[in-house]
């Protein structure tokens, strides 16, 4: 004789049961799916990035003759006697921060070891190119303010 749960009336009712479920589960999975789409598609992509255009101090901040490296925002800030300038610190090569080197007048790169001079222009080591100096603009209140995304000649001289 054989005898198989499936045959029987409590096989039946398992498989029923169990098929019940798999459909509702699937039914509800299929809806969250829908409704998460569709409020994912009603919020904003919002780019969370740092500002371009920010102050770094006012004037009197820096010292005259001074080079000051701000290290959050990955500048040096020079301030000379023809007027004020800023250069990026990262590393043309890799992006590691640069040094400024007062004794050899110029920039080191701690990484792969690539010289850069005075202005910033790249003399040896693996940077394929010179560091970037960035637009300055004097405010009213004498701050100064850096736009990051216009990028100067190596004359530029904020005057103040
Ligand atoms: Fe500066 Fe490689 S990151 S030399």
């Not at 004789?1 to 589960?25: C, P, Q, V, W, Y």
């Not at 990026?88 to 080191?108: E, M, P, R, Y």
Request: neutral net charge.
């Amino acid at each position: 004789m054989h005898n198989d749960d499936s045959d029987t009336g409590a096989g039946k009712t398992s498989r029923r049961r169990f098929l019940e479920i798999m459909g509702k589960t699937s039914f509800f999975a299929a809806f969250a799916g829908i409704f998460g789409g569709t409020v994912r598609f009603l919020l904003p992509n919002v780019l969370y990035e740092p500002p371009t255009i920010f102050p770094v101090g006012v004037v009197d901040d820096f010292p005259p003759d001074s080079v000051t490296f701000l290290e959050d925002r990955r500048l040096f800030l020079f301030r000379r006697p023809e007027g004020i300038y800023i250069v990026s610190s990262i590393c043309t090569h890799l992006g590691c921060n640069v040094k400024w080197d007062s004794a050899q007048a110029g920039f080191d790169c701690p990484c792969h070891g690539s010289i850069y001079d005075k202005d910033g222009q790249n003399l040896s080591g693996p940077a394929p190119k010179p560091l970037s100096w960035y637009e300055l603009v004097l405010t009213g209140d004498r701050k100064i303010l850096v736009n990051t995304q216009r990028e100067v000649n190596k004359d530029f001289r904020l005057q103040v």
